[in-house]
């Protein structure tokens, strides 16, 4: 079955960069999506088509692609950015859907 | 503005069937997209189960595709799961969710889901 994988945390200092990476076989031909999730709550979508970013998420989010590794980046990140980040894309078929392992973002 | 909402049993006992409702409100499910749900366990990561048309044309995960099934019903403006023969594996907290897909040239090559409910725990328990 494909997959998605994530580096499980990423720890980051209060304003600096933080870059989390998605690998999967078909992304250099599938788009990718990232969401937020704080505890307790449901996931928010953050960047959608690998780099495009919905209307009231802060610029400091921003996507990018190259072959099979999308990554999302927080620059200037600030304390509430700290969640679970997953990504999510599809398969080579286009309609069976998988998420990311996760990715725990701590600020320091 | 679109907003989701499900409902259904938080206990279900083991290898019975695990149903749930999703409520949509502000946008009616005739009018177009795919509506999806997806589950997470505690303390784990998001799973996609499966997502329908309003034409009840359906797509499921192929490691639950024997034992789920979505419908729909327009008149109600509401989707529904139903994941038959459970065990405490499917204790999850279940989300519903819009399912936004990218279509070329008429055929589904991708999406993405939003906005989502607010979710409900499901625990399967004897």
């Known amino acids: 079955s494909y997959e998605l994988t994530q580096p499980p945390s990423v720890s980051v200092s209060l304003g600096q960069m933080a870059r989390i990476t998605c690998s999967g076989e078909?992304?250099?031909?599938?788009?990718a999506y990232w969401y937020q999730q704080k505890p307790g709550q449901f996931p928010v979508l953050v960047i959608y088509?690998?780099?495009e970013r919905p209307s009231g998420i802060p610029e400091r989010f921003s996507g990018s692609s190259s072959g099979t590794i999308v990554t999302l980046t927080i620059s200037g990140v600030q304390a509430e950015d700290e969640a679970d980040y997953y990504c999510?894309?599809?398969?080579?078929?286009?309609?069976?859907?998988?998420f990311g392992t996760g990715t725990k973002v701590t600020v320091l | 503005q679109v907003q989701l909402q499900e409902s259904g049993p938080g206990l279900v006992k083991p290898s019975e069937t695990l149903s749930l409702t999703c409520a949509v409100s502000?946008?009616?499910?005739?009018?177009?997209?795919?509506w999806g749900w997806i589950r997470q366990p505690p303390g784990k990561g998001l799973e996609w189960i499966g997502s329908?048309?309003?034409?009840?044309?359906?797509y499921y995960n192929p490691s639950l595709k024997s034992r789920v099934t979505i419908s729909v019903d327009t008149s109600k403006n509401q989707f529904s799961l139903k994941l038959s023969s459970v065990t405490a594996a499917d204790t999850a907290v279940y989300y519903c969710?819009?399912?936004?897909?990218?279509?070329?040239?008429?055929?589904?090559?991708?999406?993405?889901?939003?906005?989502w409910g607010q979710g409900t725990l499901v625990t399967v328990s004897s």
């Open positions: 969710a819009r399912h936004v897909p990218e279509m070329v040239a008429a055929t589904i090559e991708g999406g993405w889901f939003d906005p």
């Open positions: 999510l894309s599809a398969d080579s078929s286009g309609t069976s859907y998988v």
């Open positions: 502000g946008y009616s499910i005739s009018s177009g997209y795919y």
């Open positions: 088509k690998d780099s």
């Open positions: 078909a992304l250099p031909k599938k788009y």
């Open positions: 329908i048309y309003h034409s009840g044309s359906t």
